[in-house]
């Protein structure tokens, strides 16, 4: 017997392929498919019309979940199995999707097969890199994989694609992902924003409060990757494959890896378990800001209502104003709230809230003042570089960093940015370390 599924499925698929939009249009439609126009047919058009007034082109998927919830539809599946007749679909006019509209100044792919072209795949191989048949999470073997997996200290599982599928992925964040904009609050791997443009928004504050995120990208599912590239415009199957190339499930292996100690392990894993972002991909630390922009927009209206002002690094949340001890705990209070309505989990263990006696600790920047990297931090470079001046660069490189070289001048550019003095002080140490001995 033809479920009510399959009926609506080929129902919507045909109304899509038809020439027109209209009533007769669409019960002409559904005749080809059924090889008769059923008297059914006209209700149903009329509810379609009704609830699409225009061509849903880029969601047959929707159109067809639906038809499935019509009640002349429901009934007339209903009739044909009490009478043993089954409704027989005839033919499967089938038309390709397409872009209805674009938000954004992102490319145009109406179909899966404009996707497979756009990144130099054949169907088959964009197929398996999306992952759509849940492969990776079942397969045993690691080649099979799409990802290498590592559990990092402090309990972070660390997904880092494999070089095909990491290669396509920055693709994606170059062409697909670039335009659509993030909200301002967000600074975090956001071009022209930085760790220091986060700290500096709270500078000689009363009281800086700091509030994490736990396990930030693993908390954001792929349901919600997939509404993002939505509303970016994409078709519903190009949004499917694209969600799933950006987003995986951890393998039960791996999972039984996890530590013992991890915090809130039973929430964790099973959101491990379900379609994620992974922690690792290049394409991740973009689609959770796109995704955290509602949470953004909630927590910066919150912060006009205490007077204060929001920034957000990747997982870290700040708020710096005049701020009591009690407005302090509603705060956090509220923010707790929203943070989980939105589906995000606090760290209470790494909650802070600092007044101008404490340092005050943002992104690894002391904000007291100005930001500026901690004392113990400048000490401990320019006793690295004075040592390397007299004893060879790579005698200090007691971790056997790969590029040692490249490492101390990103942390000299680091510490000494917005310190004047600082800079110049490690910039001639570091001359010297390098110069020939």
């Known amino acids: 017997m033809t479920t009510i599924h399959a009926l609506a499925t080929a129902l919507a698929d045909a109304f899509l392929a038809g020439d027109g939009w209209r009533r007769a249009d669409l019960v002409d439609q559904g005749g080809l498919v059924l090889g008769v126009r059923r008297r059914w047919l006209w209700p149903v058009a009329d509810a379609v019309l009704v609830a699409y007034p225009r061509s849903p082109a880029d969601r047959p998927r929707e159109l067809a979940t639906f038809l499935g919830t019509l009640d002349p539809l429901r009934a007339a599946v209903a009739t044909a199995r009490q009478h043993q007749r089954p409704i027989v679909i005839r033919t499967r006019p089938v038309t390709p999707t397409r872009t209805v509209r674009r938000p954004w100044h992102t490319p145009v792919v109406d179909t899966v097969g404009d996707l497979a072209a756009m990144l130099d795949l054949s169907i088959a191989h964009l197929d398996w890199y999306a992952d759509r048949r849940a492969m990776n999470r079942r397969a045993t073997a690691h080649r099979l994989h799409h990802y290498h997996y590592r559990w990092a200290e402090g309990g972070r599982l660390i997904e880092a694609p494999k070089s095909r599928l990491r290669a396509l992925q920055r693709r994606l964040l170059a062409e697909v992902l670039g335009p659509i904009p993030v909200h301002p609050a967000a600074h975090g791997f956001v071009p022209g924003r930085s760790a220091h443009t986060f700290a ?7 009281v800086v409060v700091r509030i994490d995120l736990l396990a930030f990208f693993t908390h954001i599912p792929a349901a919600r990757v997939h509404g993002l590239f939505r509303t970016a415009g994409y078709p519903e199957p190009v949004a499917h494959t694209l969600t799933g190339m950006c987003t995986t499930r951890t393998p039960h292996p791996v999972l039984r890896r996890a530590p013992t100690d991890l915090p809130q392990r039973a929430a ?20 959770a800001n796109l995704c ?59 909650t802070r809230v600092r007044g101008r006696g ?53 942390r000299v550019a680091w510490i000494g940015q917005h310190h004047p003095a600082r800079a110049a002080k490690l910039a001639n140490l570091l001359a010297e370390a390098l110069a020939p001995q």
């Open 200 to 206: 500096a928004a709270h500078t000689a504050q009363p």
């Open 268 to 287: 964790r894993l099973a959101a491990l378990r379900t379609g994620h972002l992974p922690q690792g991909a290049p394409t991740s630390p973009a689609l």
């Open 292 to 350: 955290a922009y509602r949470l953004d927009r909630r927590l910066t209206g919150l912060a006009d209502a205490f007077e204060i002002t929001y920034t957000r690094y990747a997982d870290d949340l700040a708020f710096s104003g005049d701020l009591t001890t009690r407005r302090s705990h509603d705060l956090l209070a509220a923010v707790t709230h929203i943070a989980r309505d939105e589906g995000f989990r606090i760290h209470p263990a790494k």
């Open 358 to 410: 404490d340092r005050q600790l943002l992104a690894g920047l002391v904000v007291n003042h100005h930001p500026t990297a901690p004392r113990e931090e400048y000490n401990r470079l320019r006793a690295i570089l004075h040592n390397a001046a007299r004893t060879g660069l790579h005698a200090q490189n007691h971790t056997g960093h790969p590029a040692w070289a490249d490492y101390l001048a990103g």
